[in-house]
């Protein structure tokens, strides 16, 4: 009888090529497609397609080849190519993915959609677009303003949309608007022979067949690369207001936020950064705005003024219950830019607490159930505790997912990976899971098992 699902011992070998003489040949098919300007094969340039800030690789682990394509076509032409000679392909779009997706493992080829960055269209009155995966979130905003439209997902600021639909992201807006997975309507994907499959046409709901759109989000291009999205759109918030409030200790910010959070108030973002993220956005210089040291909530709140002015006395009336020390809300531009960069910038601020170039950078994403977030951070913070490494902890509260950073010396690795397994078993306990919004990358295969169970992991082989 055969099985449902396929184990990784029941899976052939798998085969690679990537010796010169292959490699040669294939440059040659690469060059007489893309042109030799679009075929690079600088070692520091691989290296930097495979390595990052948050999850550097080795030297040795980077493709011998990075590609720029520039259409669907390229892409489909050089997945035949590799297929073919069995060569590995990785890909590149921001650069921002922290549990080592970008790692190149094995060489060989590294797509880059850097020439694939463009906004096809924009149908206003339908509130969708179509993209290419290297268009950044932000410059697509940017473009959409005019219209009065936007594209709500905001994870790091770097992002580009490819990544964000392999990585599943989120971000800050998720509170309200829901992950990346809530704003792709159709994707057209490139399979690992070549094959290009469009998942669907361009209605706001279908039931034709299965559901291919959902199945490629957050498959980490194991299953195929997009190469064009249909993305929904919808309506700039209007009057856009940021309340900040500083606590004494993180459980009195945690309080006032699932207090927010449980009354029912329709609220864009509730965010936390302790006292340590808040340490490093002053040592990081990113913020215009020198910050008190303290627990920080971070909300982000629109609407019709009366509206705005019942949510702020709100939220001020529930901060200062639990010893709110500083509070400031606003719906100046300028000061809502400057308050809220502070938030976002968190993930680079983080990287300015290293006391040498050669410390590491240690995240965890972590997602539990709402009422199981305090408690949580508790443990966190309780296990951070005279560890003697630099520990700092950022919270969407408002969906239950927790970043503790920490940044420590090399010889301190093993400390501080223990400390975040525990950190992620103990939300797995919670009911929770190991990543949020990050994905699996090659740093959480075995917690994924660990997670889903093995029947689940080969049901996704299969």
């Known amino acids: 009888m055969s099985s449902s699902t396929i184990s990784v011992k029941q899976l052939p070998p798998l085969r690679y090529d990537v010796s010169d003489h292959n490699l040669s040949d294939a440059k040659m098919d690469f060059e007489a497609l893309l042109g030799e300007q679009n075929v690079i094969s600088d070692p520091a340039q691989?290296?930097?397609?495979?390595?990052?800030?948050?999850?550097?690789?080795?030297?040795?682990?980077?493709p011998a080849i990075i590609l720029i394509p520039r259409s669907t076509d390229d892409v489909s032409a050089i997945m035949r190519i590799c297929s073919k000679r069995l060569i590995p392909v990785t890909s590149y779009a921001g650069g921002t993915s922290l549990p080592g997706a970008l790692i190149s493992t094995r060489g060989g080829v590294c797509i880059d959609f850097r020439d694939m960055a463009k906004i096809i269209c924009v149908h206003k009155e339908d509130m969708d677009a179509v993209v290419q995966p290297g268009v950044g979130w932000r410059?697509?905003?940017?473009?959409?303003?005019?219209?009065g439209l936007f594209f709500p997902p905001d994870p790091s600021p770097d992002a580009r949309i490819g990544g964000m639909i392999a990585m599943s992201c989120a971000g800050t807006n998720t509170y309200r608007y829901g992950t990346v997975k809530e704003w792709i309507i159709a994707l057209t994907v490139v399979?690992?022979?070549?094959?290009?499959?469009?998942?669907?046409?361009?209605?706001r709901k279908s039931s034709a067949g299965y559901d291919l759109t959902h199945i490629i989000i957050g498959s980490e291009g194991t299953l195929g690369l997009v190469t064009e999205a249909v993305i929904k759109l919808t309506s700039i918030p209007i009057n856009q207001h940021v309340a900040v409030a500083t606590f004494p200790d993180v459980q009195a910010a945690v309080k006032t936020s699932l207090s927010l959070v449980n009354s029912g108030l329709l609220l864009d973002a509730v965010e936390l950064l302790d006292h340590m993220s808040i340490k490093a956005i002053n040592v990081s210089k990113l913020s215009s705005?020198?910050?008190?040291?303290?627990?920080t909530m971070f909300l982000k709140i629109s609407g019709y003024q009366n509206t705005i002015n019942d949510l702020?006395?709100?939220?001020?009336?529930?901060?200062?219950?639990?010893?709110c020390k500083n509070f400031e809300a606003t719906g100046d531009k300028d000061r809502v830019k400057v308050l809220w960069d502070a938030r976002k910038n968190d993930g680079k601020a983080a990287l300015s607490m290293k006391k040498d170039p050669s410390d590491i950078f240690i995240p965890s994403d972590a997602a539990v159930p709402l009422s199981r977030i305090a408690d949580l951070i508790e443990e966190s913070h309780r296990l951070a505790e005279g560890n003697g490494m630099t520990t700092s902890i950022t919270a969407h509260l408002g969906d239950g997912n927790l970043h503790v950073k920490v940044i420590c010396a090399a010889s301190q690795r093993k400390e501080g990976e223990d400390m975040i397994h525990k950190i992620e078993h103990?939300?797995?306990?919670?009911?929770?899971?190991?990543?949020?919004?990050?994905?699996?990358?090659?740093?959480?295969?075995n917690e994924l098992i660990e997670e889903i169970g093995d029947n689940a992991v080969n049901m996704m082989r299969s």
């Not at 410059?139 to 219209?147: G, P, R, T, V």
């Not at 702020?312 to 010893?323: P, V």
């Open 46 to 62: 691989c290296h930097s397609r495979s390595s990052n800030a948050w999850t550097p690789a080795r030297p040795d682990q980077k």
């Open 139 to 147: 410059e697509l905003n940017a473009c959409l303003e005019k219209d």
């Open 191 to 203: 399979l690992a022979d070549g094959t290009v499959v469009k998942t669907k046409q361009r209605p």
């Open 289 to 295: 705005k020198e910050w008190e040291e303290l627990p």
């Open 312 to 323: 702020i006395a709100i939220i001020e009336k529930t901060s200062n219950r639990y010893g």
């Open 426 to 445: 103990m939300a797995m306990a919670m009911e929770g899971t190991v990543t949020g919004e990050h994905g699996i990358g090659l740093k959480l295969r």
